[in-house]
């Protein structure tokens, strides 16, 4: 497989993968930091680099809801956003995934308002955790191009027909050059393959069809379960396609990526962008002696439970890192679902919470290091009784705005 | 010319087997619109309210023709991807067939929430006619006011009380509005005037983009009438010059129906229990403001179409 090595930011990444997919229709409306994306692509459009046909909407909410119709009407449909857009799309997503249409969008993670912020936390993605999407969340730069790709294969799998985010840190990665191996266009065209829908489509004249009824309690607990059974299946399509994605490129993708977890004692579970830096405060401490791993989820929409119970339930005490809050006064989301999957483990292992990283709070390698030392403390003791914590606030600074 | 009774014997892409309430005249127009589109091929899309409640109970549909139901606020942003769909497949060669693309809203779906949807949408000049279904309130919901609600109309959100004469403001000119988008076609129909409705919906869909008609759609439950007076009553709309046909062509205003004799306001307003509470001593006072402003309106409409009063 010919590859090639350039650098990009991760929004540069994101617009060449929608080039490449080559969609039917995008829509699209700007959001720091998902702009360049948009930007991007209307220039690929105005160049004839694309077949897309474009909408320049009025909003993320005419955005969805245009992308809904297109999908609904039988074609590979896609938009992205960031924050407030998918905030403001938050109804039609809902729809979008009842209706088990396979859209593909990236959104670049920013800081929900209020205080209004335009940097990378991940309350937008996580306020959407239950609206019904797949959600993979990216890492780096590579892993956003080759999230995007496989996306589609996910999305538009027969046994799965639902939508998917990709999500990706705001400004840390997607205004962040890094290099990345590119697959050529006609190589993303065979992996995706063409587009085949699955469901009736209002443009088949042949066999008309009613999109969106209203269904009462007679029908939709049934119509929502065929909608949480998709989410089930999608599991081993993720698991598939990114064995397929392998063979293409070399590149591995899977559920989860644990890294130095096989014999840890102590252990941190973060996405995206943050886990890079937490590898490299394992391999210091792993120098030291200390037996520390990390966990990270690359898929968090559907709930890998039973992988994740499996590879931690053996570690001694485990913090999970939460770039968002729940303001539930019990931690943050990645926090109370991977402490529900391990409430079955055999011993169950102290499992406390850090919310980090609010609005592009920086969580450097000192932070990390803190988070380590009171693992070790915890995993000594057995227990804590400070289950939910703030990393990197100046406690003495809380304020009101 | 085949009266209404045998024109609705035709099959259209509407049937007759859906649940909205005895007397409705929404359902009404949306035949007339399909009799006027006849075998054209189209996919409608349709905003949350009563037609589209009333109409799709899962399992059953009374839409013959491919149907898209999204959200309240976003019919014409849902169907500006479908018609985006069709043309991103027509240019790939793999469908050929004319397709129309028509959404109906009630009014709001349209005049309000659904009023930024349907602006970008005309702006942005998609081939598609939208519809809106003015019954002059959220009746779905239990009769609200909307900003289509005529002056004075008591509904549960503006109700007429001590100190409260039912709705304080006058209706948005929503058909204005649509017109100032520059549309090449922009109409208001009744449906008691059904060859002039079926007329502009044929003009609407002949037209290079985007198309707006507003039908004036009568609610027996919200303004508490008397079923039988059916088109009845949006005849006297239409006679009093509360709701005037007129077309906006290319720019150019043109007045459909000028009434031989402009009747008082008050023939309307009288048959109606959302207007009860002006038929007091004190409620003399409002009538004439009502009639006042209808004038007004109407000499304004007289102006532009260059019509002499
Ligand atoms: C975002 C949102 N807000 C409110 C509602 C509740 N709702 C459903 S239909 C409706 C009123 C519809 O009024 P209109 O568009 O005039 O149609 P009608 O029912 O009068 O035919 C409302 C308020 C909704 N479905 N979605
Ligand atoms: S409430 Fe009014 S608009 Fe709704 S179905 Fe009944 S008559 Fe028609
Ligand atoms: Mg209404």
Redesign the pocket.
């Known amino acids: 497989m010919l590859q090639e090595r350039i650098a990009l930011t991760g929004n540069e990444a994101m617009a060449l993968a929608m080039k490449q997919i080559n969609p039917d229709v995008v829509a699209a409306y700007p959001i720091t930091p998902q702009t360049e994306i948009v930007q991007l692509f209307s220039s690929y459009v105005a160049n004839g680099m694309v077949k897309t046909e474009f909408i320049t909407v009025e909003s993320e909410h005419s955005a969805m809801s245009a992308v809904v119709g297109a999908a609904a009407s039988g074609v590979r449909a896609m938009t992205a956003t960031s924050s407030q857009g998918l905030a403001y799309m938050f109804?039609v997503l809902y729809i979008a995934a009842s209706n088990q249409l396979p859209i593909v969008m990236p959104v670049v993670n920013r800081a929900l308002s209020g205080p209004i912020n335009i940097h990378g936390d991940h309350s937008d993605t996580m306020g959407a955790r239950d609206a019904g999407w797949i959600q993979l969340y990216s890492e780096n730069t590579q892993e956003a191009y080759d999230n995007l790709i496989q996306a589609i294969r996910i999305a538009e799998h027969s046994d799965v027909q639902l939508p998917v985010m990709v999500c990706m840190d705001g400004f840390i990665i997607s205004h962040a050059l890094e290099n990345l191996e590119i697959l050529a266009d006609e190589d993303v065209q065979q992996f995706i393959g063409e587009f085949i829908p699955h469901r009736p489509t209002l443009l088949n004249l042949d066999s008309p069809v009613t999109v969106g009824p209203l269904a009462l309690y007679d029908y939709y607990m049934e119509i929502k379960r065929a909608q949480a059974e998709a989410m089930m299946r999608a599991k081993p399509v993720i698991r598939q396609v990114g064995q397929e994605y392998k063979a293409l490129t070399g590149r591995c993708y899977d559920l989860l990526e644990p890294y130095k977890l096989d014999d840890a004692d102590i252990a941190i579970v973060v996405l995206s962008s943050t886990a890079g830096t937490t590898r490299v405060v394992v391999d210091e401490l792993r120098q030291e002696g200390v037996k520390a791993g990390v966990l990270k989820p690359r898929v968090f929409r559907p709930f890998p439970y039973e992988e994740i119970r499996e590879v931690l339930a053996p570690v001694k005490a485990i913090a999970i890192l939460d770039r968002a809050d729940s303001y539930a006064g019990f931690g943050g989301p990645l926090f109370k679902e991977i402490r529900a999957a391990l409430y079955d483990a055999p011993a169950r292992p102290p499992v406390v919470n850090y919310i980090y990283g609010l609005g592009g709070r920086d969580a450097n390698l000192n932070d990390i290091r803190a988070v380590y030392r009171d693992l070790d403390k915890i995993a000594a003791t057995g227990w804590t009784d400070q289950l939910v914590r703030y990393l990197g606030v100046r406690e003495e600074a809380i304020v009101h705005a | 010319m085949p009266n209404l009774k045998e024109l609705m014997q035709h099959e259209s892409f509407f049937s007759p087997g859906h649940r909205m309430c005895a007397g409705c005249v929404?359902p009404l127009v949306v035949r007339q619109v399909a009799l006027a589109v006849g075998d054209t091929p189209v996919v409608v899309a349709n905003?949350?309210?009563?037609?589209e409640v009333a109409s799709t109970i899962f399992p059953y549909t009374a839409w013959r023709c491919s149907f898209i139901h999204n959200?309240?606020?976003n019919a014409a942003a849902t169907l500006s991807g479908v018609e985006t769909a069709y043309r991103a497949l027509k240019k790939q060669g793999k469908i050929n067939k004319e397709i129309k693309f028509i959404a109906f809203?009630?009014?709001?779906?349209?005049y309000d929430?659904g009023l930024q949807s349907l602006s970008g949408a005309m702006e942005r000049g998609h081939n598609m006619l939208y519809i809106c279904?003015d019954?002059g309130?959220?009746?779905?919901?239990g009769i609200?006011r909307?900003s289509a609600t005529p002056l004075f109309a008591d509904t549960t959100t503006s109700p007429a009380g001590q100190v409260s004469s039912g709705k304080s403001q006058w209706r948005k000119d929503l058909t204005a509005i649509m017109a100032a988008h520059n549309i090449p076609y922009a109409a208001q129909v009744a449906p008691s005037h059904f060859m002039d409705l079926m007329t502009k919906v044929q003009k609407a869909l002949s037209v290079d983009g985007p198309s707006f008609i507003n039908a004036m759609a009568h609610?027996p439950r919200g303004w508490r009438y008397d079923t039988r007076e059916g088109v009845e009553l949006t005849r006297l709309s239409v006679e009093t010059c509360y709701w005037p046909l007129y077309e906006v062509d290319h720019g150019k205003w043109k007045l459909s129906y000028k009434p031989k004799e402009k009747k008082p306001i008050e023939t309307w307003i009288r048959k109606q229990g959302r207007f009860r509470h002006l038929f007091t001593d004190k409620g003399q006072t409002e009538i004439k403001w009502l009639q006042q402003r209808v004038d007004e309106e109407w000499s304004k409409l007289l102006e532009r179409c260059k019509e002499v009063g």
């Open positions: 109804e | 929404a905003a949350t309210g009563c037609l959200a309240f606020a809203g009630g009014d709001g779906g349209t929430i279904y019954n309130a959220y009746m779905n919901t609200q909307s609610c």
